[in-house]
């Protein structure tokens, strides 16, 4: 073996993390990470914390405790526009475009942070977004769902983050288009992105993760390469209760 290897380094990793909303904790002692080029998934149960997780890490809930760390920097608690700024890109499940702008000015808003050029960073994701390219004067609210998704996705990656987390991004999509999606996905993976995404679509999940993360009221019960899980009885178990 040579040095390092077998040795996973997490680029966003969130341990023991106790959180939740009014009441008892949604969350027990939770943890989970994301790796540079590589896809977790987090999947689980209807009500197992999944999304919950996702929010406590980009601190749109408070963690009651616990830690986050992005490139080994403690970020626990700082706000999502704070974390955008080092690095971490969010793409949320609802309200994840403009329905009155063009696909332009849609990446323009996403790239509030760039120092640099907007157009030379535009004009590199359509690159990777061809059929955004061709309709970049369109309004986005004339695009088909699925369109807006791959929208939602190019405008995650206008501020050219070291880590993203995905809420359920094939929700609501055609069979066809949710395979465009993943396809898409698996390019950002391949850009270099650190991917943690929380997903309902285990079947589909399972093809194109890296590593899993499964959940089961609010606590780790099982994880692993997708490789290592897919075929295990006990997943399909957990995951329909």
Not at 143 to 165: E, F, K
Request: glycine letters at 10%; one cysteine or more.
């Amino acid at each position: 073996m040579t040095p390092g290897e077998g040795r996973r380094v997490a680029v966003l990793k969130a341990e023991s993390i106790t959180a939740g909303y009014d009441g008892p904790p949604v969350l027990d002692r939770t943890d989970v990470s994301a790796e540079q080029g590589k896809i977790t998934v987090i999947l689980g149960p209807n009500g197992a914390g999944k999304s919950t997780l996702a929010k406590a890490i980009l601190g749109l809930i408070s963690i009651d405790s616990g830690h986050v760390y992005l490139n080994d920097a403690d970020v626990t608690g700082l706000r999502p526009d704070k974390l955008v700024r080092r690095g971490l890109a969010y793409l949320p499940q609802l309200m994840n475009v403009f329905d009155q702008l063009t696909i332009i000015e849609n990446l323009e808003m996403g790239g509030y942070t760039i120092k640099g050029s907007l157009a030379q960073r535009i004009s590199e994701l359509f690159e990777t977004f061809p059929d955004l390219a061709a309709d970049r004067h369109k309004k986005s609210g004339q695009l088909s769902g699925g369109q807006q998704r791959m929208l939602a996705l190019a405008r995650m990656l206008m501020t050219d983050p070291v880590a993203a987390i995905l809420d359920e991004p094939t929700a609501g999509l055609s069979p066809l288009y949710a395979d465009r999606v993943w396809q898409q996905i698996g390019r950002i993976r391949d850009l270099g992105v650190a991917l943690l995404i929380v997903e309902q679509n285990a079947e589909m999940a399972m093809e194109h993760a890296d590593y899993v993360c499964l959940l089961a009221q609010g606590r780790n019960v099982l994880s692993g390469t997708a490789a290592e899980l897919r075929h295990r009885d006990e997943v399909t178990r957990i995951l329909v209760g």
